[in-house]
């Protein structure tokens, strides 16, 4: 049987090539990412950085607090250590004058004295001289060294926190990694955002009253400003740092973290149903937070590559949100 030998034109041969070898010698080359893949990204890094983020805020704060303490303590000891030594010093004092002056020079008249009564008296009055400056020496050694103690302690929860610290310049580093991820996503699809840290934001003119009109007109004058984590203003804020802010502007304090300001608020819950201007409100696992404006809407520090802005409750999606309190 003879076998036909089928020739392929050089040309066409190196067409087909062409088309059969993989590029830079994979097998298969990596489809590009669609949109929807994407975006689907981008969504889930934007909630693992919302999480860093707040276990960084948390650990950056309690390690503030705990030099605060440890300064105040210091401060405490070195000033009572110095009303101490000036007692001691009053102490020697009075030994120096008593074995010098007018105490030793009576002495002998005292032994003299016929009335031995007379003679009581006076030992007496410098005895309880003597008694009386020792028990305040006693009591402020005791004083100090409980200062002593006290410093100590703080010195070691100083250390504590800073080993905290260390341990969360790990997690800063992972944040770090997060929004450059976030950030060539964002490029890719041509979405980021570089915000402007000087913008004058827009007036609020909603229909909240008291000091939730201030926390909203101070929200609302921030907009178009960059979401910067562990930002708390002015030229960036993340969301916890924007409602924490927003809030000190209407004359209440809130801690820092989201996580805290939800605990703070467990008493001031309010239904998702009876929202009202200048209630804050929370997404599923307390990774972000934002600021009810009224009329369905939401002013918030969403993320990397973002600006801080006016959302729909609806376009954030309401079955993302886990609860509200009113400060």
Not at 44 to 61: F, H, I, P
Not at 94 to 105: K, P
Not at 118 to 134: H, P, W
Not at 148 to 169: I, M, P, Q, S, Y
């Amino acid at each position: 049987m003879q076998v036909r030998v089928v020739r392929i034109p050089v040309a066409a041969g190196i067409i087909v090539a062409a088309l059969t070898v993989p590029l830079g010698g994979s097998a298969v080359a990596d489809p590009r990412p669609t949109l929807q893949q994407a975006k689907a990204k981008l969504a889930k890094l934007n909630d693992q950085a919302d999480k860093v983020v707040d276990q960084y805020n948390a650990a950056t704060e309690k390690q503030k607090n705990a030099k605060k303490k440890y300064q105040r303590l210091k401060d405490e000891y070195a000033k009572q250590n110095g009303t101490v030594d000036g007692l001691r010093r009053q102490l020697v004092g009075m030994a120096v004058t008593a074995y010098q002056g007018a105490e030793l020079s009576t002495w002998p008249g005292m032994m003299g004295q016929q009335d031995p009564a007379a003679m009581l008296v006076g030992l007496a009055s410098i005895s309880q001289l003597s008694a009386s400056r020792s028990q305040s020496l006693t009591a402020f050694d005791a004083a100090t060294r409980d200062l002593v103690r006290k410093r100590d302690a703080a010195k070691k929860a100083l250390g504590e926190t800073e080993k905290v610290l260390d341990e969360v310049r790990g997690e800063k580093k992972k944040v770090e990694g997060l929004v450059k991820e976030q950030t060539k996503l964002l490029r890719r699809l041509g979405a980021f955002r570089n915000g402007d840290p000087n913008s004058q934001g827009v007036k609020y003119t909603g229909s909240a009253s008291g000091n939730a009109r201030q926390v909203l007109s101070f929200a609302f004058a921030q907009i178009g400003k960059p979401y910067r984590y562990g930002g708390t203003g002015p030229g960036g804020y993340d969301c916890s740092g924007l409602t924490q802010a927003a809030w000190r502007s209407g004359g209440v304090s809130l801690p820092r973290t989201t996580w805290e300001q939800w605990r703070w608020g467990a008493g001031r819950k309010v239904s998702m149903d009876a929202l009202q201007p200048g209630d804050l409100l929370f997404s599923h696992g307390l990774g972000h937070v934002g600021i009810y404006a009224g009329n369905n809407k939401m002013v918030h520090a969403p993320q990397t590559g973002d600006v801080i802005k006016v959302v729909s409750l609806d376009s954030y999606g309401r079955g993302r949100f886990v609860g509200a309190i009113r400060p």
